[in-house]
């Protein structure tokens, strides 16, 4: 193998149970986002971006999508001679098999593949937010600054900061200390869950680890207070831009409308860093004389008949005669019959709402066949 | 591989007419219904007909043409065995007034005789439309026909089913016989040759003017139309462009269009067809009107049946104006400014 200087390694093994019925059948990483594409094509195109053209994806959590979705890579031109994308689920030894117990657990089980390429730095990453980041800078700024580990951290509100991975730096942005969600923050300084390690310590870190019976296994709760204890050093890099974790049916609805808004400074049409996605194959768009669409994202494949404002909807979507859609994220090839009202919802894949019905709440709802089933049973229950 | 077929595509074809949008590019890469160029529904309909080994002739001004289809890779033709190949003309004084040149073929004759396809089709490089070619074939062997023409409400398509060893026969002896293309075999009835029709059902478009692409492309705005050639089972495939979803903003008004994706649209759209990562400015109205891949259009802009080539840029308060029989054509990569239509 050609040795390379940086290999990424992407967990994308989480459930995303906050998310409710959309990841039933799907990893989080594989949940649809912005019209067009899944979670992990923001981190898979970043990487391509930067340059880095090595990356394990480590999978657990109802693979089966995500790895046809993935592939070989070549959405992200990442079908390489050497190196590119390779998918790394749990696998059995001699000893038995082993499930990934927890994030630093899934990269020591893959040693070996890195080890292949001999790298001087490893960059983990979660496939689970929304963002674009060069990650070259961020390895040079490993490199200036002579650190072990850096941790990609960003700004949050003081009022949030609670929810977070903290990290307490002294004025050279050297990591002092880490709380993970304090009561009372010192910082405001969040974890993005993106870290380059030299290659060495990393290793000699996850052996450890995992050596450690009382260790849970996770970067943010063993090993880099681990590394901070034996006092390595640790550099936070500090991110300005867009970035979110889409952890809940509301964030992920939140992240949606944030395309909208003329201000979002997550820009989809930059040419120069491009968000790469499987592609659909499907005709352009067709927007009907009675048809109203203002304020939205609407993607390939998608007949409007109907009125769609602040919306978003995937490919293959299509918005019946008299239909009004309003703050929804409508996911690819569902229907919404003639004259439905639907606001702030997000209706997922492959779903038929029947001509008619009024869909409207407070919350962010999520319309499943089963809340649509239930829905059903009360009309015939009262009628 | 008894029922395999080698599909030929001669985009060898020059038009006059047509010349506004080929001065940069051959006729089988014009662009045509938002995202496609002309050669891509051919060559889907060959892909969806199960053909595996495709080989384009292309002569004129074919770097559009190549950069276009590349490996072949987005038709799923980047195969270890058989896939696309690309045969230009060594000679570009060959007369070629009909599809089929048997000259043309001759150049590249170790193609025909490696190849272990039975049957062969031949198509142009600008009809399109969505057809199951194996249904043509099935057709041609159960009548037992020498050569099978694809016709629609009479007219010849210029697609043609014939055995592979036949071809090599014509091309072969097209000095002797005097044939010097498939058109010429067909259309001639001194030989004994069995020549069938095939009448194709469905939506035909054969782009051979400016008036008839005008034409076709506003009659793709009618849903009838395009569920005939959008078909879900079989899709037209082509270069992919990684374009993010079209945004249509506070200001937009959009009517009976079709639109691509990339697309920024803050004006007022109607009967027309906007390709990918085009931007409509503010103000401006666009009627009846075809806008190509990333053409920006200004603000305050009128445009009423106008075609607009690629990259093309149309400045704030440019009025342009055309007629259902002459659209006013912007060439590729030009400047319409105000002070230009003074």
């Known amino acids: 193998m050609v040795k390379k200087k940086c290999v990424a390694m992407l967990l994308a093994g989480g459930q995303g149970s906050r998310l409710s019925s959309l990841t039933k059948n799907l990893a989080k990483p594989a949940v649809p986002f912005g019209g067009k594409y899944r979670i992990i094509d923001f981190t898979l195109s970043n990487c391509t971006n930067s340059g880095i053209d090595t990356v394990g994806v480590l999978t657990q959590y109802q693979p089966l999508l995500l790895h046809s979705y993935i592939g070989i890579g070549s959405a992200w031109d990442l079908d390489r001679r050497n190196g590119g994308v390779t998918v790394l689920p749990p696998y059995s030894e001699a000893s038995g098999v082993k499930w990934y117990e927890g994030t630093a657990h899934a990269i020591y089980q893959n040693i070996n593949y890195i080890e292949q390429y001999a790298p001087e730095y490893v960059l983990i990453l979660s496939g689970d937010h929304i963002y674009k ?15 072990d580990v850096t941790i990609s951290v960003i700004e949050v509100p003081w009022s949030e900061a609670s929810r977070f991975g903290i990290m307490n730096t002294n004025e050279q942005m050297e990591i002092i200390e880490f709380e993970e969600k304090p009561a009372n923050p010192k910082n405001n300084l969040a974890s993005m869950g993106i870290y380059i390690f030299n ?75 491009r968000i790469y996605s499987v592609n659909p194959n499907q005709p352009p768009q ?11 994202l609407i993607n390939e494949g998608c007949v409007v008949e109907g009125s ?5 909807l995937f490919q293959g979507v299509h918005i019946q005669k008299g239909a009004v859609v309003k703050d929804c994220v409508i996911m690819p090839d569902t229907v919404i019959g003639e004259n439905v009202y639907i606001e702030k919802a997000i209706v997922p894949s492959d779903i038929e709402i029947p001509s008619g019905m009024t869909i409207c709440s407070d919350d962010i709802l999520l319309v499943t066949k089963e809340w649509l089933q239930a829905q059903n049973l009360e009309k015939v229950e009262k009628g | 591989m008894n029922k395999m077929m080698l599909g030929i595509i001669d985009a060898t074809t020059y038009m006059e007419p047509l010349q506004q949008l080929t001065l940069h590019r051959s006729v089988a890469a014009v662009p045509f219904a938002g995202r496609y160029r002309l050669i891509d529904f051919v060559l889907s309909n060959m892909v969806n007909s199960g053909i595996e080994s495709i080989a384009i002739f292309p002569k004129y001004q074919y770097r559009s043409l190549m950069d276009h289809l590349g490996s072949g890779k987005n038709w799923d033709l980047n195969r270890k065995r058989d896939g696309l190949f690309f045969f230009p003309s060594p000679d570009l004084n060959i007369p070629s007034p009909h599809i089929g040149a048997f000259q043309h073929f001759e150049q590249h004759i170790d193609y025909f005789l490696r190849s ?12 399109v439309c969505n057809i199951d070619y194996q249904a043509v074939l099935k057709r041609h062997i159960d009548n037992q026909c020498d050569i099978t023409e694809v016709r629609y409400q009479g007219r010849s398509l210029e697609m043609f089913v014939l055995e592979t060893s036949l071809l090599l026969d014509l091309i072969a002896n097209h000095a002797q016989t005097g044939y010097n293309s498939i058109v010429d075999v067909v259309r001639d ?39 005939q ?34 697309c920024i649209i803050e004006g007022h759209v109607e009967n027309s067809i906007i390709f990918r990562a085009v931007k409509i400015g503010k103000g401006t109205v666009v ?35 055309g007629t259902e029989q002459q659209p006013f054509v912007v060439r590729k990569g030009t400047v319409q400014g105000e002070m230009i239509n003074l």
Not at chain 1, 286 to 296: G, K, L, P, R
Not at chain 2, 229 to 257: C, G, H, M, Q, W
């Open chain 1, 133 to 147: 980041m060069d990650y070259a800078k961020m390895l040079d700024y490993h490199i200036e600054k002579n650190a």
């Open chain 1, 199 to 273: 290659w060495p310590i990393l290793k000699a870190y996850l052996q450890i680890d995992n050596a450690n019976p009382n260790s849970s296994h996770d970067f943010g709760k063993d090993v880099i207070p681990l590394l901070l204890s034996e006092k390595k050093r640790l550099v936070a890099y500090p991110f300005k831009g867009y970035w979110k974790d889409v952890g809940t049916v509301k964030s992920l609805w939140e992240a949606n409308m944030d395309l909208l808004n003329e201000e979002s400074e997550l820009n989809l049409f930059d040419h120069s860093w």
């Open chain 1, 286 to 296: 067709y927007i009907a004389s009675d048809a109203v669409v203002t304020e939205s």
């Open chain 1, 308 to 312: 769609v404002e602040h919306s978003v």
């Open chain 2, 116 to 127: 272990k396809q039975k049957y062969a089709l031949i198509c142009n490089s600008y009809t």
């Open chain 2, 189 to 227: 009835h001194r030989h004994q040759l069995k020549i069938c029709d095939y009448e194709h059902h469905g939506y035909v478009a054969v782009i051979d003017s400016i008036e008839h692409y005008f034409q076709h492309s506003m009659e793709l705005l009618d849903p009838a139309v395009w569920r």
């Open chain 2, 229 to 262: 050639l959008f078909v879900k089972s079989r899709p037209i495939y082509t270069k992919v462009k990684d374009e993010p979803p079209t945004k249509y903003t506070a200001s937009a008004v959009v009517k009976n269009s079709m639109i691509a994706n990339g």
């Open chain 2, 287 to 321: 009627k009846n009107s075809i806008i190509m891949q990333k053409s920006q259009i200004g603000k305050q802009c009128e445009l009423d049946r106008v075609i607009i080539d690629k990259d093309v840029k149309v400045e704030n308060d440019v009025k342009l104006q």
